[in-house]
């Protein structure tokens, strides 16, 4: 009896050790530089919208937590708090859109956008939720 409880604490013992390594691993794990990175893909409004509302699952594994770099047109631009999100459309189909919440670091740049202009942006795509969505978006052009 006495073995098997000597056996059970030691189990015990290596499974705790094991999940404070992948959580000290995880919790460290490095935020990834997207002005930095290389863009996984490059595309348009029209293209990323139109791949998400025709297979919005294939369009998931294709994009989703990847490095994406989008053209469009401003439709709309909201800052709030210190944080600045920009709606781009494309100019032909203004129902098809991608919301982009841009990275602290880009408030200057984001705050001199205008309605209607044409920019290169990129970030990483975080899903589909009637709207493309990018996080820790950048202005490229």
């Not at 056996?7 to 990834?32: C, D, E, G, R, W």
Request: charged share 20%; with cysteine.
């Amino acid at each position: 009896m006495k073995r098997i409880v000597y056996i059970a604490s030691i189990f015990m013992l290596l499974v705790i050790l094991t999940a404070l390594f992948v959580f000290i691993k995880v919790y460290n794990k490095p935020h990834t530089d997207v002005k930095a990175s290389a863009s996984d893909y490059t595309v348009t409004v029209e293209n990323i919208a139109s791949d998400f509302s025709q297979n919005e699952e294939e369009a998931n594994r294709k994009y989703l937590d990847k490095i994406i770099q989008v053209e469009g047109v401003v439709k709309h631009v909201d800052i709030f708090n210190g944080y600045s999100t920009v709606t781009l459309t494309d100019s032909k189909d203004i129902t098809k859109t991608v919301v982009c919440n841009m990275a602290v670091s880009e408030n200057m740049k984001t705050v001199a956008l205008q309605e209607g202009q044409k920019i290169i942006v990129k970030g990483i795509c975080t899903g589909y939720l009637m709207d493309v969505m990018l996080v820790k978006t950048v202005i490229i052009n």
